[in-house]
């Protein structure tokens, strides 16, 4: 009994035990319930990022080719909305895009007229440290100057710039042991106000990209110096580094524009914004704003090859698969902005909500402390410009470039042309038999708004009437390709135009405008017909989609249909020679004419020794009569009703659209 009573005594205390344990864990428990939590919960943060891009040296509201105030052009502008846009909001950073520094002839002047010498500032790069950049990237245009400029101009930026995609040509055949040319990425710890209005720190990681084909477009300036890497694979080689080390939002700013096929490799928005860890994309290279701004723009920026919508596609959030996103036009005539919510889980910062917006600098004044700081550097250019080198006999005007052929291309090609007549007579005897043809391309049709056209009156032209006329700083080329090239040329250039149905009576538009008109090349020397009652015959990236349509017809040389087989000289430039558009049959010819000689150089010697000419078309192409009476309709500025005579095909209906483009009838029934 006394071993029994021992055990009952020990089971009751072991009781007893348990129970004021779990009394006491109760009266914790409750304390606890009755007390405020000490554990403390982040409260969200708001973060702004503004963009600009693709500025192009558009430092002032001012057009140096009309020689007038252009209020929807200027990065001094744009400063004025970057100060009323970062006094909205506690938490903010503002970055550039890329395409800075080549454009306009202040771009031209600084580079190659009165280049930039060590320590002095790029009047851009002044612009920009006024402003308080605290990122940018490159574009492929900061390339056109060549490496060593690139550096002297960025040398005095207060703020850092990255790309990881362009690394060092080592010459080796090792791609795992390149070396980035430029800091790929950057890791930025930013102070920042959250909701409740304490100071906390988030770490903003940025990485910049550039578009691969800068090596084709640039090879001059670039072969065996860098090579260019894949963006999307780049990104996800990088992306998962940076949130490794720390990365709170990752920012891609890309150098990328947007195109619904998924191969592409310049313009790579889409597939980017699937790369997992990316947080926010501002973009560009497209001279497009997004979120667009009327559904036709939309359309145009995110149909896929079959003209469908891509899905994924937010316009009224701004997002792309989820992921917030901006681009911002061109010439700093817009502020991009995302407005980022961050709200902290498991100790992780998380982007909870977003919105991306723009906002139009046309009716702000500029800021006067940005304009002060350039205006030396545009008076000289504009005493650059204003140099006298010859007179025109007529008005010369790009109003109608896109539909028949057109005095302000035919300049162009007559010069490059005349060059490379001299050229072979001097240095290539052995071509002197090859026919030569002459390519240009309307580069102001309204790519950037209902203002750029040119337009040059009767009388004298200057530097500025060149530069007005060949907007770009390429270099000369001259490739042998056979007949059969030519027309699969003139095919591409074809896809500008949308197809016709003859046996519709309603309005239907003939201009694509997701076709650059860059790509749209006129070939002088032969004489051709497009048919747009086909389709096109190859994709806006030049792939085939159509191969059994041909649209040129009646494609003679002398008179006779061209010879597939027979060689011809083309003289075209840079870019297109290296594979810039992605015609089909060029990229790889050989170069009878490799010439450093700037194209608008060429077009000013032409002009100086002619010292007069006579801008007329030689009519050798035309869109295709059709035989029904279909209402096909073209947009333009609506200055172009003046220069409408009573032999013209065209009548102007009278209407406009949203963004200020005249609607005008072609008439093909003839």
Do not use: C
Request: hydrophobic share 35%; proline share 5%.
């Amino acid at each position: 009994m006394k071993g029994n009573k021992s055990k009952a005594f020990k089971i009751l205390s072991s009781t007893l035990a348990v129970s004021m344990l779990l009394a006491a864990v109760a009266s914790s428990d409750a304390d606890a319930a009755s007390k405020p939590s000490k554990t403390k919960v982040q409260s969200p943060v708001k973060l702004r990022i503004m963009e600009t891009t693709d500025v192009h040296t558009n430092l002032l509201d001012f057009d140096y080719y009309k020689n007038s105030v252009a209020p929807k052009l200027g990065l001094a502008k744009t400063a004025t909305l970057v100060k009323s846009a970062r006094s909205e909001v506690k938490n903010s950073v503002l970055v550039d895009n890329g395409d800075l520094i080549q454009g306009t002839p202040l771009g031209t002047y600084e580079a190659k007229i009165n280049p930039l010498k060590d320590g002095e500032v790029h009047p851009a790069i002044k612009a920009m440290n006024i402003m308080k950049y605290d990122m940018a990237t490159l574009g492929n245009h900061e390339f056109n100057y060549g490496l060593d400029y690139l550096d002297e101009v960025y040398d005095d930026a207060k703020f850092p710039f990255v790309n990881a995609n362009v690394y060092v040509d080592d010459h080796d055949k090792n791609p795992k042991n390149d070396k980035n040319k430029y800091t790929p990425y950057k890791i930025v710890n930013k102070k920042v106000k959250d909701e409740s209005g304490k100071t906390t720190t988030i770490k903003v990681g940025y990485i910049g990209f550039a578009p691969p084909q800068i090596n084709e477009w640039d090879k001059a300036n670039l072969d065996g110096k860098v090579i260019t890497k894949n963006i999307v694979e780049t990104a996800k080689k990088y992306v998962p580094d940076m949130k490794k080390k720390g990365a709170d939002v990752v920012i891609a700013l890309a150098h990328s524009g947007f195109n619904g096929n998924l191969d592409n490799t310049e313009d790579t928005i889409y597939s980017l914004s699937k790369v997992s860890g990316i947080d926010a994309i501002t973009f560009s290279h497209t001279h497009k704003v997004f979120p667009a701004k009327d559904v036709a723009s939309l359309d145009a920026l995110f149909k896929d090859s079959n003209g469908q919508l891509l899905p994924g596609v937010n316009n009224d959030k701004g997002t792309i698969n989820g992921v917030p996103a901006v681009q911002a036009g061109y010439g700093g005539g817009n502020l991009g902005i995302i407005d980022l919510t961050l709200k902290k889980e498991k100790g992780k910062w998380k982007v909870s909500n977003s919105q991306s917006s723009t906002r139009a600098i046309e009716t702000v004044t500029a800021d006067e402390t940005v304009a002060n700081a350039v205006k030396a550097d545009h008076e000289a250019t504009l005493k650059y410009v204003n140099t006298p080198i010859g007179k025109t006999t007529d008005d010369i005007y790009s109003y109608f470039a896109l539909v028949q052929d057109d005095p302000s291309v035919q300049v162009v090609t007559n010069a490059q042309k005349w060059y490379v007549e001299k050229y072979i007579a001097l240095n290539k005897p052995e071509f002197k038999n090859l026919p030569i043809l002459s390519v240009g391309a309307p580069f102001k049709a309204g790519r950037n708004g209902v203002d750029e056209y040119t337009e040059i009156k009767k009388g004298d032209l200057t530097i500025r009437s060149a530069g007005d006329l060949y907007l770009y700083d390429n270099t000369l080329k001259a490739v042998k390709v056979k007949g059969s090239v030519v027309k699969e040329w003139i095919e591409m250039s074809a896809g500008k135009f949308n197809t016709i149905d003859p046996t519709k009576t309603t309005e239907q538009q003939l201009i694509n405008p997701a076709f650059p008109v860059y790509n749209f090349d006129i070939i002088d020397g032969v004489e051709y017909q497009i048919d747009v009652t086909k389709p096109a015959k190859y994709g806006i990236d030049g792939k085939l989609v159509n191969p059994t349509s041909s649209r040129v017809v009646n494609l003679n040389y002398n008179g006779k249909p061209i010879d597939p087989e027979q060689e011809f000289i083309v003289v075209t430039n840079n870019y297109r020679a290296n594979g810039g558009g992605n015609f089909p049959g060029i990229k790889g010819s050989q170069l009878v004419v490799d010439s450093a000689d700037e194209n608008r150089q060429i077009l000013m010697d032409y002009i100086s020794e002619k010292k007069e000419i006579t801008p007329t078309a030689d009519g050798n192409w035309s869109i295709a009569p059709i035989s029904q009476n279909v209402n096909v309709t073209f947009t333009t500025s609506p200055k172009a009703e003046q220069y409408i005579t009573k032999e013209s095909p065209f009548s102007y209906t009278g209407k406009t659209e949203l963004s200020g483009f005249g609607i005008f009838n072609i008439n093909l029934h003839r």
